[in-house]
């Protein structure tokens, strides 16, 4: 089964909003990481937090990390309709080898 | 430019056929994986190479089969091709393995009818 699971699995608000999205998982691990997929394109690489961070930042970007609760919270500020996308995490757990995707959670930002 | 290109973008055979998709990267990278998502998005990863040499096979039948003549290319061939294995197709390379930031392709769709 997928390492992380990620709620809403689907998150609609109105441009201008702030879009909040969660990550759970279930191992120790190194780092979290999360990206973006636009529809019909790869992923793209948001943002990096590691195990001994517990916020994050990056332009309108906030991550948070609760290494206790195995649980990551991506917040979005002033959301843009090309803030549409999904957004994935992924662990990186010790000796691994590989990052580990989340489900996904689909926002849709509406002009 | 293209930092992980991968060929071909679209791709639409049948049942049985033998088909490959084949990757680039000019990143400098040392590890270079194929992952492949599903039509519910859900990203599992296949195989990892490092400087030519499989890393990571995660229970992917054999009938896929990875090959990396350089630590730049990272081709796919897959055999008797089933229903099942319709989904997209996305290579990606990082630094080194594991703890790492991932950089895509765009992607190569496979449809098998």
């Known amino acids: 089964s997928q390492q992380g699971e990620e709620d809403p699995q689907a998150l609609s608000i109105q441009e201008g909003e702030n879009a909040t999205m969660n990550c759970s998982y279930k191992?120790?691990?190194?780092?979290l990481q999360w990206y973006r997929q636009n529809s019909g394109r790869g992923l793209v690489h948001l943002i990096l937090i590691r195990s001994n961070e517990r916020e994050k930042h990056s332009g309108r970007l906030r991550v948070t990390l609760d290494t206790s609760k195995k649980s990551s919270s991506l917040l979005i500020t002033a959301s843009r309709a090309a803030d549409t996308a999904s957004y994935f995490c992924?662990?990186?757990?010790?000796?691994?080898?590989?990052?580990?995707f989340g489900d996904g959670t689909t926002l849709t930002v509406k002009p | 430019d293209t930092a992980v290109s991968q060929t071909p973008k679209y791709l639409v055979t049948q049942m049985g056929n033998d088909k490959s998709i084949k990757c680039e990267q000019n990143l400098g990278h040392d590890t270079m994986y194929w992952y492949k998502q599903d039509s519910k998005k859900f990203l599992k990863i296949m195989f990892s190479y490092n400087n030519k040499e499989l890393i990571i096979n995660e229970t992917v039948p054999n009938r896929f089969s990875p090959k990396s003549p350089d630590k730049a290319h990272l081709n796919l061939h897959i055999n008797s091709l089933e229903l099942g294995d319709s989904a997209v197709y996305f290579c990606?390379?990082?630094?080194?393995?594991?703890?790492?930031?991932?950089?895509f392709g765009a992607g190569s769709r496979l449809t098998v009818l």
């Open positions: 990606a390379s990082s630094h080194r393995s594991g703890a790492n930031v991932l950089t």
């Open positions: 992924a662990t990186d757990a010790p000796n691994a080898g590989k990052s580990t």
């Open positions: 191992t120790s691990i190194n780092n």
